[in-house]
């Protein structure tokens, strides 16, 4: 049974970057896409992006210029990173497992705060 | 982007009745649509993908139908833990977007 982690720090000061980090159970990162997703408080689901195994990325062109996904195979990790944060930012953050066509697998999801 | 357009936004109703949300997309998105069943504090959970199929050990008073703009989410029988926010999700075109959800509350 494939589980991902979500881990990093709930708490990031504005203008700071926001670092999370999917540790991926259960089997193997190299395969299918990967993802994150997030969810202000109270609100609906958007998608950030997702990383290939391979490295190749692809990104919601709204957070484009702040995002960045990497990926770590010898880890069995994913990792988002998103600079210049707001309180706009404050949202529960998801990752999740794409395989063609659907998310089958999500973390549970950890709530990051932007705020001094 | 693709606006995913979901109604309503929100219902009420017994145990036993069907329910029925729609999802309309802005362009054509062919069928490639999913949805997903959130409850409260939970991360989303995979119900159908490709517009009508089934995931795997997903109860089957679930269903969907819809191609091209219009989809359509029912559940034919409303049990209590069907208690939720329901969202639809193209694949279609990046970015992938989602719907705003369905909240459906018993009555």
């Known amino acids: 049974q494939v589980q991902l982690q979500e881990s990093g720090p709930g708490l990031v000061k504005p203008s700071e970057t926001l670092s999370l980090t999917c540790t991926v159970s259960g089997g193997s990162i190299s395969r299918y896409y990967w993802s994150w997703i997030r969810q202000p408080p109270g609100k609906g689901l958007e998608w950030i992006g997702y990383?290939?195994?391979?490295?190749?990325?692809n990104y919601n062109p709204s957070l484009k210029s702040r995002v960045t996904i990497s990926v770590d195979t010898s880890k069995n990790q994913f990792s988002l990173y998103l600079s210049s944060v707001t309180a706009a930012d404050t949202a529960v953050y998801y990752c999740?497992?794409?395989?063609?066509?659907?998310?089958?697998?999500w973390g549970q999801g950890t709530l990051v705060t932007v705020s001094s | 982007d693709i606006q995913m357009t979901q109604s309503p936004s929100s219902l009420s109703a017994s145990v036993g009745d069907r329910v029925t949300i729609t999802c309309q997309a802005s362009?054509?998105?062919?069928?490639?649509l999913n949805w997903y069943q959130q409850k409260p504090g939970k991360a989303p959970k995979l119900l159908i993908y490709d517009a009508s199929n089934l995931e795997t050990g997903v109860p089957s008073r679930f269903s969907g139908s819809g191609s091209g703009t219009d989809f359509t989410f029912t559940i034919t029988s409303l049990q209590p833990e069907d208690i939720a926010t329901y969202y639809c999700?193209?694949?279609?075109?990046?970015?992938?977007?989602f719907g705003q959800g369905t909240k459906v509350e018993i009555k």
């Open positions: 999740a497992r794409f395989v063609p066509n659907y998310f089958d697998y």
């Open positions: 990383i290939f195994y391979s490295g190749s990325t």
């Open positions: 362009q054509d998105i062919n069928n490639y």
């Open positions: 999700q193209q694949y279609d075109y990046v970015p992938w977007t």
